[in-house]
Every structure is written in C-alpha cells, then in structure tokens.
C-alpha cells in the first residue's frame, strides 16, 4: 500500500518568500551545470578537431582518417552520439576557426553546438561569426532565429538609418536609439509586390506582427494599428504604434509607398506630438521616436530634411521583395546532413 502524504499545513509567514528564493537558486544552479556541460563538450570537440586538423597537415593522415575516427569511437562509446564523420569534419572546422580560449572567454562558448554549427557555414570571417555569437547570447536567440537573422543580414544593417538622433535625444538614448534602427528594412516575409499600396503594406505587417517584431529587433513591443488621436475637431490615425521596451519611448512608424519627400516628415512629427501629448506618461517615457519607412529615398534630401528638424526621426527604406544571400558553400557537409546522421546514431 502506497502511504498517503502528510496534510500539509498551513506555511509560516515568510516562506512563500523563501520558496521563491531557493527556486532561483535551483534555477541558477541548473543553468549553471547547463553551462559547465556544454563548454566541456565544446572543448572536447576543439581539441578532437585540432587534433585531426594537425595530424592531417603536418602527419599528411588524409581524409579517410575522420571515417576510420568515427567508426572507433561510436564503437567505443555506443550510446553517445555526435561522432559521425560529418560531425568531427565541422569540429576541425570549429578548431580552426576559434582558439580554444574562445570557448572559455567568448561568446562562441555559451553556445550550443547547433549554434556554432550555423555560425560556421554561414559566416566567413571570425569577426562576422563573434558579432552574431554575441548577438545570439545577448537576445537568447534560438538556432532558428540565428539562421534567419544571418541569412537576412541584421547585423549588417542596424544603425545604417538616417537619423538626428545625436542632436534630439540626450547622450545616453542617441546611440542605442540609433543602433536600434535599421536600413532597409526587409519585408519580403508579406509576400507583396513592389507596387503594393500603403494600407496593404499595413494590413500584412499586422497579420505577420510576430516576423516584423523579428526585423525590428529587440526591445520593440507592438501596441497598435491605425491608432486613432483626436485633435481640435479632427481625426487622425497613426499608421503604426510600437514601443521601445529598453528607451523607454513610443515609436511611431509611418508608411509611404513612395520615394522620400521632404513634407512626409511633417505628418509623422504632428503624429508624434499627439502621442507625447495624449499618449506618453512623463513620469515614466522619453519623447516619442518617429520612423518613416519609404520605397526609396535620397540620402542628400533626407540628411537636409531632419537637420533642422526639432523632433527625433529615422528615415529609412523598406524591401518587399528581395532574394537572400546564398548560403556560405563550403567544403563541409549541411547541417540538415549531420542531424540526420546524429539520428540514426
């Protein structure tokens, strides 16, 4: 017979307190070994890759050596998988294109395997590879996301709007709210034309939020859709309303299915007064951002449009249908190869 557990009582003052401290530390301590784990597995992979890698060029051991590696270690070690040949290939891969202190003092080596994996066919240079790999840390990007935000160039684009931010925001908002925005920004996910009109463009962001979110980038939380603010005896309608969890400021984002004017910053900045007027707490939010997003623009008019202008306003392009970059080609199998190989191990 299974004994039934004690009545539990009714706790003392303070323990719902003390629960929660002790779950943290539970927590903390898992994400801890979490962690431990991952970095020894990741320096074991190093150190099997540069021992091939060494072997093959001052040892002259050819490529067959990594087949006759794997069938000798999943041999010896049945249960554990990860010895595929095509994995000790991306661990010599790993091995050469990371010191070993890397993983220890870097990005690269809070990450799981599967996320260096990415980093590795799909960036060239050690720079590109650390930028996305501390990226992906600092976001706790899944390795979907990573690939997406690599294959969409992100990093690449951030910061690249036109912006008197240095001379609306004070010091410590300009940088961040300039690195905060992109140019262009890449909408191919609506699946529109070229010729699509504003209200469709509108229209097509709300249904795909969640993937605009993701261009944004961090810190952007969706508030509204054609926003309505009355003022005097009118109405008007804000295109797009967000906020910027981070700058602690609404974002108006304007749409214009054409190339920039310069009177298109007029109708976003009366819409930005009306969101710090009627919308913004001043307790507790900056002055509102504006963002306008156009088909195309002149660099020269934009720059001569915002340098006067009092208000702190982005101006950027938007792309709705364009083709991504290939994938890196390298000599090393796909990732999609290895995980099927890892499958059957």
Not at 230 to 259: N, Q, S
Request: proline share 5%; glycine share 6%; with cysteine.
């Amino acid at each position: 017979m299974t004994e039934k557990p004690p009545a539990l009582v009714e706790p003392p003052a303070g323990y719902a307190q003390w629960l929660a401290d002790v779950k943290s530390r539970v927590h903390a301590a898992q994400q801890r070994a979490s962690l431990a784990v991952n970095t020894e597995m990741l320096r074991l992979y190093w150190q099997i890759g540069h021992d091939i890698m060494i072997r093959q060029k001052e040892q002259g051991w050819g490529r067959k050596i990594t087949e006759r590696l794997s069938l000798d270690l999943r041999t010896a070690f049945p249960d554990m998988k990860g010895f595929s040949r095509t994995n000790l290939d991306y661990m010599r891969a790993f091995s050469e294109a990371w010191p070993e202190s890397a993983i220890s003092q870097q990005a690269v080596g809070k990450l799981p395997w599967g996320h260096n994996l990415v980093l590795l066919t799909k960036l060239r240079t050690p720079e590109e590879r650390m930028q996305y790999a501390e990226a992906a840390v600092r976001h706790a990007w899944s390795r979907n996301v990573l690939t997406i935000q690599i294959e969409r160039q992100v990093i690449e684009r951030q910061g690249r709007a036109i912006t008197n931010f240095e001379d609306t925001l004070p010091a410590q908002d300009s940088d961040l709210a300039h690195e905060t925005l992109k140019d262009p920004y890449k909408l191919d996910f609506l699946g529109l034309g070229e010729e699509a009109a504003e209200r469709a463009i509108e229209s097509a962001l709300v249904e795909h939020v969640t993937e605009f979110l993701l261009e944004l980038g961090a810190g952007f939380a969706f508030i509204g859709r054609q926003i309505h603010i009355h003022v005097g005896d009118e109405d008007f309608y804000l295109d797009l309303l967000f906020y910027h969890v981070k700058l602690h400021r609404y974002v108006v984002i304007e749409l214009k299915a054409e190339k920039f004017k310069p009177e298109h910053l007029g109708q976003l900045g009366f819409y930005m007064t009306a969101v710090d007027r009627q919308v913004r707490d001043p307790a507790t939010d900056g002055k509102t951002l504006g963002l306008l997003l156009c088909k195309s623009k002149d660099q020269v008019v934009a720059e001569y449009a915002l340098e006067d202008n009092s208000k702190p306003l982005g101006i950027a392009e938007y792309r709705l249908a364009e083709s991504l970059p290939e994938p890196l080609q390298a000599s090393l199998p796909t990732i999609e190869q290895l995980e099927r190989e890892l499958g059957e191990g």
